[in-house]
């Protein structure tokens, strides 16, 4: 086995291990059971892991992902609503004649690159409406920490065993 091949393979443990922990209960849990089953390599360690419920999981996590609310029916209809609520944008005229975007459209765009960057660090971020995001990226924060913390202590028995 190489390097990268075990480094994957402890990833992966690691993943599940935190999905299955977490019960399936979280968008993002969902989402790590589901990228693990689509590989036929990782299923037995997916039945391992997270045990018999891993096909329920994967189709709870399929259906979510369908009945997510920012389907794209709803997300035409939000876009009409937003034209329709801006009304006529007020633009700004630099002393040269240039035309400068107002402080609010420029936070705007800041606050939607981030969300967008931030729904692609999040596994199962892309199907998730703003509150559902930050709400999910906090949970998948606190168990990323325990994760962690249980990979150092598991790197420090290793170097004690090693030194004894």
Known sequence: MTIMERR???????????????????????????????NDDNKALLQHIVGADAVKHKKASIDVVANS???VAKKIASKKILKRSW????????S???????????????????TQLLKNLVPGGESMDAISLIEETLDYMVWLR????????????SELLDGK
Do not use: E, F, Y
């Open 146 to 157: 325990a994760q962690v913390d249980v990979m150092r202590s598991l790197a420090r028995a």
């Open 87 to 94: 009304g006529i944008r007020r633009v700004r005229k630099l």
């Open 8 to 38: 994957k393979a402890i990833k992966l443990s690691a993943d599940l291990a935190l999905a299955s922990v977490r019960n399936c209960k979280t968008h993002w849990s969902r989402a790590l059971v589901a990228s693990a089953s689509q």
């Open 96 to 114: 040269n004649g240039a035309i400068k975007d107002p402080p609010n459209s420029i936070a705007k765009r800041l606050v939607k690159k981030r």
């Open 69 to 71: 609310p920012t389907s």
